[in-house]
C-alpha cells in the first residue's frame, strides 16, 4: 500500500503475522498490501502527520527472520513516546549491547515511525546517524517538537 505522507510516500507490507515493511520510497514496489490491518496503519500513519499523537503499540510487527536482539532493540524503542528522545548509549546500557549495535539495528529497521528510531539520538544531543537521512530525522523531531 501506497501511503502519501508530507515527506513523501510510505511504502506498507503486511503479512499474516502483521506489517513486514513501512518505509520511506520513491515509488510503489512489490504487492499491494489489503486488508484491515493495511488500513489500520494507513489510517495511524496519516493522523501522525495530522498532527495526532498516535502511538503504533498495537500494531503487530512480523519480526521473521529476526534476531532476537534486534526484536528487543525494536520492542524497547517502540515505547519511546512522541515528543521524547532516548540516547544510543543508553539504551544500550539497558539492552546490554554497544551503542553501535543500537544504531546499527536501528539503521537496519524496516518499520519506519512503527519503530520510531528517529527518537535515538546521541547523549550529546547531536542527532546521529539515519540510514544517510538526517534531515528526515530532524524534520521527524522537529515536528515532535523536540528538535530545535
Known amino acids: 500500500m501506497w501511503i502519501p505522507t508530507p515527506i513523501g510516500g510510505l511504502w506498507l507490507q503486511v503479512g499474516p503475522q502483521g506489517v513486514r515493511v513501512l518505509e520511506p520510497a520513491l515509488f510503489p514496489r512489490g504487492l499491494e498490501a489489503r486488508g484491515p490491518l493495511a488500513e489500520a496503519v494507513r489510517e495511524r500513519v496519516l493522523a501522525y502527520f495530522a498532527g495526532a ?4 503499540l498495537d500494531i503487530p510487527l512480523d519480526y521473521e527472520g529476526l534476531s532476537l536482539m534486534r526484536v528487543a532493540l525494536y520492542e524497547r524503542v517502540r515505547l ?3 515528543g521524547r528522545t532516548e540516547s544510543y548509549g543508553s539504551l544500550a546500557r539497558e539492552l ?5 549495535a543500537v544504531g546499527a539495528g536501528l539503521r537496519a ?3 519506519f515511525l512503527l519503530v520510531p528510531a528517529h527518537r535515538v539520538i546521541h547523549a550529546d544531543g547531536r542527532l546521529g546517524g539515519f ?3 538526517e534531515g528526515l530525522k530532524a524534520w521527524l523531531l522537529r515536528f515532535e517538537g ?3
Open 53 to 56: 499523537r498516535p502511538d503504533f
Open 80 to 82: 519511546i513516546p512522541y
Open 96 to 100: 546490554g549491547l554497544s551503542p553501535r
Open 109 to 111: 529497521s524496516p518499520f
Open 131 to 133: 540510514a544517510g537521512q
Open 146 to 148: 523536540v528538535w530545535p
